[in-house]
């Protein structure tokens, strides 16, 4: 599926994005930096209820929606597939693209190049703790002007604005003693995982 990891990819540089971000209806617009997967899965019920694809039971449905542009595909419990739209679509992946990174995380150390539990570099944190939202890594989902950029469609904020705005250089807590939900922590896993590998994002996908 060339269309999503290309998006993915894309999302991947406004948040690490991971951009990554908190969940609320305040976040269902273009933001200026990462974004979730709530508003997108919200966005596009209507057009997916319109297109017969849902309300079966036992079937499993994706779909996503970009302007006029529909693309929804269905797996029923017999096993039988329906796609209606364009394959060739690309669209955002949101929060799913926490699950890419995770999913890069963890392969990389399998194989050895990436050590979970060990503190990153210059860092109280590890790369397992940054998965699990356990680093105390800060968020912007309270940050008054994000909401206020998000809503004038502003384009999104370059990462060191992002960072600085949310405080991203002071932790909520000390590593592994809390739990919070945090983008830019996923941001920081993603680039780490760069670094590792020696590729983007993409090219690991």
């Known amino acids: ?32 930096g990462p974004a979730t997967g709530a508003g ?3 966005g596009h019920r209507g057009p997916l209820a319109k297109s017969g694809l849902t309300g079966l039971r036992g079937a ?16 029923d419990r017999t096993g039988l597939s329906t796609v209606s739209g364009d394959p060739a679509a690309v669209f955002p992946w949101w929060s799913f693209t ?42 912007y989902g309270g940050i008054g002007a994000y909401h206020k950029a998000v809503a004038r469609g502003d384009p999104h904020w370059p990462r060191e604005r992002l960072l600085t705005e949310a405080g991203a250089d002071r932790l909520l807590f000390v590593p592994g003693m809390g739990w919070a939900y945090s983008n830019i922590g996923y941001l920081f896993a993603r680039e780490r995982i760069e670094t590792v590998s020696g590729r983007s994002l993409a090219r690991l996908v």
Not at 60 to 75: F, P, Q, T, V, W
Not at 106 to 131: F, K, T, V, W
Request: aromatic share 2%; charged share 20%.
């Open 1 to 32: 599926m060339a269309g999503p990891a290309r998006c993915a990819d894309r999302r991947a540089c406004h948040r690490g994005l991971p951009p990554v971000p908190a969940t609320g209806a305040r976040h269902r617009g273009r933001p200026p």
């Open 40 to 42: 997108h899965r919200a």
């Open 60 to 75: 499993g449905c994706y779909g996503a929606m970009s302007a006029d542009r529909l693309h929804a595909a269905r797996i």
């Open 98 to 139: 926490k699950t890419v990174i995770a999913a890069c995380a963890l392969r990389l150390a399998e194989d050895g190049l990436l050590d979970l539990d060990a503190p990153l570099p210059d860092q109280p944190y590890s790369m397992g703790q940054l998965l699990q939202h356990r680093a105390g890594v800060a968020n």
